[in-house]
């Protein structure tokens, strides 16, 4: 409506040519458009002051910290109780194996147990009741006595919860600790004791039909 209002008008409006308005053939038109014109732009100005304002008196704080939170609720928190590869080692660090389901995490959890005879912290820490022990140890089960086990379970969000209250990490008593969370894992360290992150990959396309086919019978699965 504005649109064809001004353009209707507009023929009623003169130019001398010094570019001076001369609206002697119609003056109330002419001076009816340019009213409106600045009528149009009132709003915006009035916004645009009003949003600088905002701005100029909102603490520095403020705006960070929203900055802040909108990228919190876009990523997940930093992984800070993780060492960087090109950290040198140290005392204190423990190696954290993530394990990929269907990428030969299980046949590597052997090769640290049976060939390396290294003590773990894994999801066959808790069997034969030891889910209900109230105090760490390192034990080796009946069914498969060539490995060692610490009585805590790691591959899940509680077992990591009762892992941190029993004080897992700075014990050092697992020589590797095997998890399935990776973020939540964060939790069991602090900035003296650090983990140290290795993995197992398999090509994308090839896992995923491993796991289709292998959660066809795997209903023990419970991180799935």
Known sequence: MALSL????????????????????????CGSIIRYKNFLLLPIIV???????????????????????????????????????????????????????????????????????LTMASEEGILEGHDQDTELVAFNMVDNPWHKFVNVDTTHIEGLKRAKEMGLVPSRISDVIVVDHLFEANQLFDSLHKGRLFAVFRDPVDREISLFHYLQYATWEKNL
């Open 6 to 29: 001004l353009k209707a008008n507009n023929s009623d409006c003169r130019y001398d040519h010094h570019g001076n308005l001369n609206n002697k053939h119609s003056p109330y038109k």
């Open 47 to 117: 916004l645009y002051l009003i949003g600088s304002l905002s701005l100029n008196f909102a603490p520095k704080e403020t705006l960070v910290n929203r900055s802040y939170d909108r990228l919190e609720e876009q990523y997940p928190a930093p992984l800070d109780g993780f060492k960087d590869i090109w950290d040198p080692p140290e005392e204190f660090d423990t190696p954290v194996f993530w394990h990929i389901l269907k990428s030969g995490g299980t046949s590597f959890k052997n090769i640290l147990g049976k060939c390396h005879r």
